[in-house]
Nanobody, 126 residues
Framework: VQLVESGGGLVQAGVSLRLSCAAS????????MGWFRQAPGKERDFVAA????????WYADSVKGRFTISRDNTKNTVYLELNSLKPEDTAIYYC????????????????????WGQGTQVTVSS
């Protein structure tokens, strides 16, 4: 599975962005999908995940209520809608795919994901 993220950019606090992650090769619907982010000088952290069917989602507390993950299995794409952006959301955002069927907490663990995109930069200015 190859993953390519897009949609990042430089924005002001309070606005919205939508990140996309397009998958190629493999069977997209076999995989749970996750978004992680890495801020400058920090570890890469879990942001959100969605089950293979799209019926179940999980979020980090820091983004719950502001970010929304979704997927379209007909387009082999997972999305992350970022609303009410804050400067502390500044990071490189990565999508990842993993054959994870047991849900939380495994979908929150980077070690459970087999494939990663190259990342897309999101910078939020105050």
């Amino acid at each position: 599975v190859q993953l390519v993220e897009s949609g990042g950019g430089l924005v002001q606090a309070g606005v919205s962005l939508r990140l996309s992650c397009a998958a190629s090769e493999g069977t997209f619907s076999d995989y749970a999908m996750g978004w992680f982010r890495q801020a400058p000088g920090k570890e890469r952290d879990f942001v959100a995940a969605i089950s293979w069917s799209g019926r179940t989602t999980w979020y980090a507390d820091s983004v719950k209520g502001r970010f929304t993950i979704s997927r379209d299995n007909t387009k082999n794409t997972v999305y992350l809608e970022l609303n009410s952006l804050k400067p502390e959301d500044t990071a490189i955002y990565y999508c990842a795919a993993g054959m994870i069927y047991t849900g939380w907490p495994l979908v929150g663990s980077q070690n459970e994901y087999d494939y990663w995109g190259q990342g897309t930069q999101v910078t939020v200015s105050s």
